[in-house]
């Protein structure tokens, strides 16, 4: 399997960042860390061995980008203000959207993209996908949280509105989003048991309530673990269960 390492200076956020790359074609993927974690992540829990996504690349159905996060700078360094955490974040979007999506692009001419992510990697893949749906074929969001507010005890400004994927789409009134909105692949899979699965059903539920269809896919018992996550990605890689 064709495995690459890269990192360098990111002008959007001002610090060095790594990524690591899994596969040599099919359709992009781009994966984030749970809360606070790395982007050799993935790797470690397994993720690609042959019980996972393993066939899947060496077939060349995927090519697979998994990204670091800023969590500790951003939504988890609660000594900030919660805007300036917001901004922080907003800095990430900006640096996957305008540094590593190109990276993917000229390394891969596959115009199909999916994002994904696991607990708070899942919200990270729905701010994405969410906020630049024109870029985003499908999301899989597992045992995801959508809602940043909690993060924020509540404030909102523009920094925190515009990365809260339970807010602003509910008030999405442009067309043309709307619209890509609406051709998006989206799967929102928690866990029945699972603390968050208020989450997964409230941004399910906003989401139909603007016309923009979604699976939601409740699993037995809680969930919230990488064997689950696993076994999520098997059935829902491909859209479908």
Known sequence: MNREYHKWWSPSLGREMELLIFGHSGARVLVFPTSRGRFFEWEDR???????????????WLQVYCVDSVDGESWYNYAAHPGHRGWRHTQYMNYVVNEV?????AKNSNPFLIVLGASFGAYHAACLAFKFPHLVGR???MSGMYDIKRFTGGYSDDNVYFNNPMDFIQ???DPGRL???RRMDIILA???DDALRHESERMSA???????GNALRLWDGWSHDWPYWK??????IGGHD
């Open 171 to 173: 008030h999405e009134h």
């Open 139 to 141: 999301i899989i969001g």
């Open 46 to 60: 397994g993720m690609f061995g042959p019980d996972g996504l393993g066939y899947h690349i060496a077939q060349g």
């Open 206 to 212: 906003v989401l139909w309530n603007k016309g923009i």
């Open 179 to 181: 619209e890509a909105l």
């Open 190 to 192: 928690t866990g029945k």
């Open 231 to 236: 076994r999520m990605l098997h059935l829902y």
């Open 101 to 105: 999506l190109p990276l993917t692009r």
